[in-house]
């Protein structure tokens, strides 16, 4: 509700008895975080009947002063939404008739708080230090959709096709169910399967690691989570869903899902299985991603207290995927004075099975000491067939000039298991606040092993009898690892609100690679003779130690904070290779030390604007791939192999991230700019053979000079209750180096390849209860610039306009469509997309609200395509991905709510006190009804 209508109203309440009135009240209103709460409501009640006798609204100091109160005993009444009430005793005579409060702390609640009744249009988004919070209410969506369908009308955040989530340009990898853990890392099992209307609020927040959060030092580790807050009226007894689906060209879905909650317990069962691309089964959203999939998954979770010092959380999935995909690519190679261009079509079939389970036990004995254990385990089978024909030309557009052709084809099946486990202990000391202790120790362990039969052969046109090549192979490989970490930290408070932080850590890393290589004589042959040539059959191991050592120093304010200190990470990496002739074993250990300054600040101007500022360092390892010098012919024109010399390379970060909103208009703005450079970054070296055939051998080395850029900017503007304006803006620009050569030189040399991405979106909504439209329109751009070859330089431009309209009719009928166009220039041809995609879906409530009947029809213009673009230090490629195309399903849907206890609601019953977009507050007028401001 608008401040001055709320200010009207509590001047008409307040003038009735102005002239009687003597007294004086003042004081301030503040939340636990002692930051002042804006427009906060404080009235004054007579007594003993609680009616209103003068009232007023916080300024954005959270400053208020009542004038004019006449001699009496009154109760003051401090109120926010979304907080606890807080209520005072006074009396007002004449010789006290001035009362200075003093500071007011109100504590959050979830549940609605009891109050005058306040109705108006919800808010939209509450920016709260580093958590956005959006408000369901104020995002009208159909009665059967899913959490993900309420993410994509929210500004900032970003839902890609294969469920991905961006929120304020960072991925969301976890989502938390009210404050719990839900499936571990797979957010997609809330958004896909969780309904839009269970969700109380929807928080974005910039969360520290867990490590930090129990020891209280920087990490460098931050998250971006999503927190699920469930209504409290649907956190009792039994709540879940189960639907069915089918369609034409044989697509079927299915889903169901139960959840029991008890008391602070929450169990939950979920199930999908279906065909139409979406994740791991049906769960009511429009196909995507590459290729066509069927898919199934079986899921459980559990959250536990069983008493105020025992948590249990744990889940367990299983889950099955079959896919076949087809694919066409074209590249270009970058080359020290030319170019070379190649095109790639492919066909790959899968089936995979995965099972894996977590559980997290959390014990606080007492206030001071706290334990937490943190098993899980996986298991994984796969198997896979795949075939690909690549040709490799000099001249773009002439496929006919070509250098070499090949072929291949494999079939391959593994299987894989793994498991570990971390135990912490933090201890808080009861006779010096601020000062604790941490010890933690964590390990896991995990092994794969894999068959494969290959055939690959290539054709060329320089020097054919030396280089052409037809391979028959059969392949063993057996792949493990091992790892353990030791971190221990201490923290020292040295003057008030300042802290003194030491931690070290050990961490050590055990890889290994088991390779046995078998010549076959034929595609029938399927044992083979075993190579002992030392580069396809050899043993090769690596252990890596790493230490980290920090010293930081922390300041706490109520208005900022500020954290700097130093990390010193001495690393040493021991390579072993052994053959079956001993004489060729070979030994290398490199040793390495990194130190760089560490620093954190953050500003509150506010409760709801922020500035933080971070600078932080990370380390990587190169992967096993990389360092393995086993060599990897399966594509005869590029043959593979690792650098057991690696160094790991050294990342500097600095980000600025600034958050601002204006509560009363529901405006806001956040903005952020990051930067990184990297020491010793790992890239690809392409030596091309000297003959000119194109045959080329590609393996790593480290570099110095790459670094990347980037900058987001989302502003939200409702201009009314109605309407309301977004625009989202980012850009990006990445600094590639790499090496190549020319196709007669075998000395690399150095490339740059600079990649400059901008995207800028904005849109419109227009919401009521009847209808809701919104239209957004999209500009991107997309350009390279190589310093080997400057007539390759490429800029792609891409254009979308995207609408869609959702009509709420009587007869509980909602018809929503969608309609998004897309178009572009500057692609390779045959790559330029020019698409229309329409969809509409058609859903009509039944069984009292408990039921759903829907019919929707994905892609009705037939026109969906699937082209991407990436670009490396080296290379641009292009790809077209085959997808699901149109398909129309019918589907039924079947909620039960059964609450615990009495007053629970059966299906299709809305809970007292909640209205469509609306929120309402109640306050008890002494048995006089319902007062409405």
């Keep these: 509700m608008k401040k001055s209508f709320l200010i009207l109203l509590l001047s008409a309440f307040s003038s009735v008895s102005f002239a009687q009135s003597s007294g004086t009240i003042s004081g301030q209103v503040v939340d636990e975080f002692n930051k002042p709460i804006e427009h906060a409501t404080v009235v004054v009640l007579n007594l003993p009947d609680s009616s209103m006798a003068k009232g007023a609204v916080t300024s954005s100091n959270g400053n208020f002063s009542i004038n004019q109160i006449k001699n009496g005993n009154y109760v003051v009444k401090s109120s926010y939404i979304g907080y606890v009430a807080n209520t005072k005793n006074i009396r007002i005579t004449s010789q006290n008739n001035k009362h200075t409060l003093g500071v007011i702390k109100l504590s959050t609640d979830n549940v609605l708080l009891d109050g005058v009744t306040v109705v108006g249009k919800a808010a939209e988004m ?18 059967n959709a899913v959490v993900e369908d309420l ?41 896909k399967n969780l309904t839009a209307d269970m969700i109380d609020k929807l928080q974005v927040v910039e969360r520290k690691s867990e490590m930090e959060r129990l020891t209280g030092i920087s990490d460098g580790e931050e998250e971006t989570i999503i927190n699920l807050q469930i209504k409290p009226e649907r956190k009792k007894g039994w709540l879940g869903n189960f639907g069915a ?32 691309n979406s994740g791991r089964g049906g769960n009511r959203s429009y196909g995507g991603g590459n290729g066509n999939t069927e898919a199934g998954s079986l899921n459980f979770s559990v959250g536990t207290e069983t008493s105020p010092k025992l948590k249990i959380e744990g889940s367990g999935q299983y889950s099955f995927r079959n896919t076949d995909a087809e694919s066409k690519s074209y590249t270009e190679t970058f ?34 000491n706290t334990f937490r254990f943190k098993p899980r385990a996986g298991y994984s089978k796969s198997n896979s067939f795949s075939q690909s024909d690549n040709n490799t030309y000099t001249e773009a557009g002439n496929p006919e000039d070509f250098l070499n052709k090949s072929n291949s084809k494999s079939s391959s099946e593994s299987s894989s298991q793994s498991g570990g486990m971390d135990v912490d202990y933090s201890h808080s000391f009861k006779n010096k606040p601020g000062r604790r202790f941490n010890l933690s120790v964590s390990g896991t362990v995990g092994e794969n092993e894999s ?155 506010s409760r709801e604007k922020n500035l933080r500022i971070n600078y932080r360092t990370n380390t990587s390892q190169p992967d096993l791939s990389q360092l393995d010098e086993t060599i990897d012919d399966s594509n005869p024109s590029n043959i593979r192999y690792g650098n057991a010399g690696l160094k790991p390379s050294f990342s500097q970060s600095l980000e600025v991230r600034l958050q601002l909103m204006e509560r009363k208009s529901q405006r806001s703005i956040m903005a952020s700019l990051e930067g990184s450079t990297t020491n010793n970054s790992i890239v690809s070296k392409v030596i091309y053979a ?158 009292k609200n408990a039921g759903m009947i829907a019919f929707r029809i994905y892609d009705i213009l037939q026109q969906r395509q699937n082209i991407s673009r990436s670009v490396s230090e080296t290379a641009i490629t292009e790809s077209i991905n085959n997808s699901l195309t149109s398909y129309f399903l019918a589907s039924f849907t079947y909620r039960f709510n059964l609450f615990g206890g009495k007053g629970g609601n059966m299906p299709g019953e809305r809970p007292e006190g909640m209205r469509d977009g609306m929120r309402e507050r109640r306050f008890d007028r002494g048995g006089q009804g319902h007062g409405r401001w």
């Excluded at 509450?126 to 009665?143: G, L």
């Design 151 to 191: 993410l994509k009308k929210l500004p900032g955040v970003e839902v890609a096709s294969d469920g991905k989530i961006t929120a304020g340009g960072k991925q969301v990898k976890k989502i938390l169910v009210d404050g719990k853990e839900f499936f571990a890392d797979d957010p997609t099992m809330a958004t």
């Design 245 to 276: 689906g089918v369609g034409n060209k044989e697509r079927y879905e299915g889903n169901g899902m139960f959840n029991r909650f008890v008391g602070n317990n929450v169990y939950s069962v979920i199930g999908n299985v279906g065909n139409t």
């Design 126 to 143: 509450v920016i709260r230090n580093d958590t956005v919070e959006y408000n369901p209410e104020a995002f009208k969506t159909q009665e």
């Design 451 to 605: 068959e494969s039969f290959s055939r690959s052969t290539a054709i060329y046109t320089i020097n054919p009898d030396a280089n052409n090549t037809d391979l028959i192979r059969r392949v063993e490989n057996i792949t493990s690892s091992y790892n353990y970490r030791v971190y221990a930290s201490y923290v020292e408070p040295v003057f008030t609100n300042r802290f003194l932080q030491l931690s070290y850590s050990y961490r050590f890393n055990n890889r290994e690679s088991d390779k046995k290589t078998y010549a076959r004589k034929s595609e029938e042959d399927l044992i083979g003779e075993l190579d002992e040539s030392i580069s396809l059959t050899n043993n090769f191991e690596n252990d890596n130690i790493r230490q980290q050592i920090q010293a930081s120093f922390r300041t706490v304010r109520d208005k900022y904070e500020y954290q700097l200190g130093v990390n010193i990470e001495p690393q040493k990496s021991t390579s072993r290779r052994s053959y079956l002739v001993e004489s060729e074993n070979k030994v290398l250990s490199r040793s390495v030390t990194n130190w760089a300054p560490t620093a954190r600040f953050q500003y509150n101007f």
């Design 690 to 847: 000297e003959d000119g055939s194109g045959k080329r051998e590609t393996t790593y080395d480290n570099v110095n000079g790459v670094w990347n850029t980037s900058a987001f900017l989302m502003t939200n503007l409702p201009f009314s209750t109605k309407f309301r304006f977004n625009s989202f803006t980012r850009f990006s620009f990445n600094n590639h180096v790499g090496y190549t050569s020319d196709r007669l030189a075998t000395i690399p040399t150095k490339n740059i390849t600079k990649n400059s991405i901008l995207n800028q979106n904005l849109g419109i909504r227009f919401i009521t209860p009847v209808i809701e439209l919104a239209t957004n329109g999209s500009i991107g751009y997309n350009g390279v610039r190589s310093t080997a070859k400057t007539s390759s330089n490429q800029d792609v431009f891409t254009y979308r306009v995207n609408g869609n309209v959702t009509l709420f009719l009587p007869l509980s009928i909602s018809l929503s469509s969608d309609i998004g166009y897309q178009t572009s220039s500057g692609y390779s041809a045959g790559y330029s997309q020019n698409q229309t995609i329409w969809n509409a879906n058609i859903q009509k409530s039944v069984l």
């Design 335 to 368: 080359l020290s004075n030319s170019s070379q261009f190649s095109d790639r079509n492919s066909f790959n079939l899968s089936e995979t099975d995965d099972f894996n389970t977590e559980f997290r036990l959390e014990w606080k004995p007492d206030e001071y």
